[in-house]
């Protein structure tokens, strides 16, 4: 590989060869449950560790491995590993260095299903998490005690879209010897890329932009490779595992003790407890990739236009897109997003929530899903459905009014994007 390439050349090339047995050029879909050992030597030496190579598609498959590598060269880290969706990406990074006792501390305007999970079940595990606003670092520090193990934010929360000041989060994570996940789904590697910035574990849904065309579902984390788990506090890493040898993942990994955090996902997650990936979801997400940073562009520009057609109109009482120059985001977006701020909108239409929901049912071309990334434009209520399980006053907390629309802005031709909501701001 060669070491210089750039991000968009990364998304089409990395992490393959043209295939060893069929010189086949583009990645083959390997369909495969489980791989044919040479002999009973052979099959005990890949199950002690002695030999790399593929025992059973749970844990490993070329198909998979090609979307990790590419993932990780377009995130600059040093391994990553797919799961079958963001939740489970999210999920299992999360449980993988917390254990029952242990606390988090998040930014509480996140995906709903991530607040759903935080605030109501990793407390069923006795994992506990303290939220706090997203950019308020002394309540972050206030937060942060004896038994806290990593600090999640995200990078554009959702859906208010507050860019958080990740230079913080990573300088405060690192004076408490914290590993820092980000949820970086809403800025794709060739927006942003995390790790630059400090953070430790970077993870998307692949199920949006990086798929792009709502098509599959699927997740991945990627590992920085550069946080020291030998600290004792951190017992998932130090204490033996029964369930590999009596191993201590911090330690007795040899090499690849660097890698100790995407090595225990691999074995005690997929392993274990089994969130694999799907091949045929990862061989879509390989073909989403190739495109992903020319499709960004437009994702980007489309959703600018939008912000300031949309800022500028009578019947719109607010706007919240982090390229626009009065958003209270944008200094953050200048620092942080100089490549383009993203596919998704938030605007309160005038009339509150009754105008709200009347817009989202009589606007053309959008598509009413609980879905965002994909080529098509999409519109949906938040406050009445991927956060109503929010109570109101938590809803505010995380910033998001009754009346609040979230747009994920499409491919489409812009003049028809902006005709569709010119005729639904009509009808309100
Ligand atoms: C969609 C999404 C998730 C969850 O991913 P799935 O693939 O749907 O499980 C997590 N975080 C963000 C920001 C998302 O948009």
């Not at 200094?331 to 009754?354: E, H, K, N, Q, T």
């Not at 899903?369 to 995380?398: F, W, Y």
């Amino acid at each position: 590989m060669k070491r210089n390439w750039h991000l968009d050349t990364l998304a089409v090339h990395a992490g393959q060869q043209s295939d060893p047995s069929t010189t086949a050029q583009a990645v083959p879909l390997y369909r495969t449950a489980a791989y044919c050992f040479r002999d009973s030597q052979h099959a005990s030496d890949l199950f002690s560790l002695q030999e790399a190579g593929y025992i059973y598609s749970r844990l490993t498959n070329p198909t998979n491995d090609a979307l990790e590598k590419r993932m990780a060269a377009l995130e600059g880290g040093a391994a990553a590993l797919t799961l079958a969706s963001g939740t489970a990406a999210i999920s299992f990074a999360i449980t993988n260095i917390l254990r029952s006792g242990d606390e988090l501390v998040s930014t509480n305007n996140l995906y709903g299903g991530t607040y759903t999970l935080f605030d109501a079940i990793l407390p069923q595990q006795g994992i506990t998490t303290r939220f706090t606003n997203v950019n308020d670092f002394d309540a972050l520090e206030a937060s942060i005690n004896d038994r806290t193990r990593a600090v999640f934010i995200e990078l554009i929360g959702n859906p208010s879209l507050d860019v958080a000041d990740i230079d913080r989060y990573a300088e405060i994570a690192r004076r408490y010897h914290l590993p820092l996940l980000v949820d970086s789904t809403f800025t794709p590697p060739c927006l942003f890329r995390p790790l630059e910035h400090g953070a430790t574990i970077v993870i998307h849904s692949l199920s949006k932009w990086i798929g792009g065309h709502g098509t599959a579902i699927g997740g991945v984390v990627t590992d920085s490779g550069r946080f020291d788990w030998t600290d004792p506090k951190f017992r998932l890493y130090n204490d033996p595992d029964r369930g590999y040898h009596n191993l201590r993942f911090a330690h007795d990994l040899g090499d690849l003790n660097a890698l100790a955090f995407i090595l225990r996902l691999r074995t005690v997650g997929l392993r274990n407890q089994g969130p694999t990936l799907a091949p045929d979801s990862a061989w879509l997400f390989l073909q989403g990739l190739e495109s992903l940073p020319v499709r960004m562009e437009r994702h980007c520009q489309n959703a600018y236009r939008v912000a300031q057609f949309l800022a500028g109109h009578a019947k719109v009482d607010w706007v919240r897109y982090p390229g626009l120059e009065r958003d209270p985001s944008h200094a953050l977006a200048a620092r942080y997003l100089p490549r383009g701020c993203g596919g998704m909108v938030v605007f309160g239409p005038r009339g509150g929530r009754d105008a709200a929901r009347k817009l989202v049912d009589s606007i053309d071309l959008f598509s009413l899903v609980a879905n965002v990334g994909d080529a098509k434009s999409l519109i949906i209520h938040p406050a009445s459905t991927t956060h109503s399980q929010l109570s109101d006053q938590d809803q505010r907390d995380a910033g998001i009014a009754p009346e609040l629309i979230r747009l994920s802005i499409g491919l489409e031709h812009i003049d028809d994007i902006i005709a569709a909501l010119e005729d639904a701001l009509a009808v309100i």
